[in-house]
């Protein structure tokens, strides 16, 4: 069975860290570039970054400049979204997701295969 499953979520305090997995399991990531994506209650999906298939292009979402990373670890057939100084105004269910395309990553591709998504929640 081809899924992913993102995991990582939680409450923090604004300010705070929280570093969200997406792990492949049936198939092999290394053909596609892996989004993240988030939707917040009453509001639409929205892309928070991407990253290409060997890892040379990336693409974040202007509100997460300089505060969040992609990175992907083909040996453990995973991606990660490292989330520092976090605000409230991320909190959201965060979904990775997989497309058959090497490069370079862009949100607006029909992608393939979906998680189901994970919680984060910035609160004090």
């Known amino acids: 069975q081809l899924q992913l499953v993102e995991s990582g979520g939680g409450l923090v305090q604004p300010g705070g860290s929280l570093r969200l997995s997406c792990a492949a399991s049936?198939?092999?990531?290394?053909?596609?570039?892996i989004g993240w994506f988030r939707q917040a209650p009453g509001k639409e999906r929205e892309g928070v970054s991407c990253i290409s298939s060997s890892g040379g292009n990336t693409n974040y979402v202007d509100s997460v400049k300089g505060r969040f990373t992609i990175s992907r670890d083909s040996a453990k057939n995973t991606v990660y979204l490292q989330m520092n100084s976090l605000k409230p105004e991320d909190t959201a269910i965060y979904y990775c997701?997989?497309?058959?395309?090497?490069?370079?990553?862009?949100?607006?591709?029909?992608?393939?295969?979906w998680g189901q998504g994970t919680q984060v929640t910035v609160s004090s």
């Open positions: 049936g198939f092999t990531l290394d053909y596609y570039s």
């Open positions: 997701a997989a497309v058959r395309v090497f490069s370079p990553c862009v949100f607006h591709y029909s992608y393939d295969y």
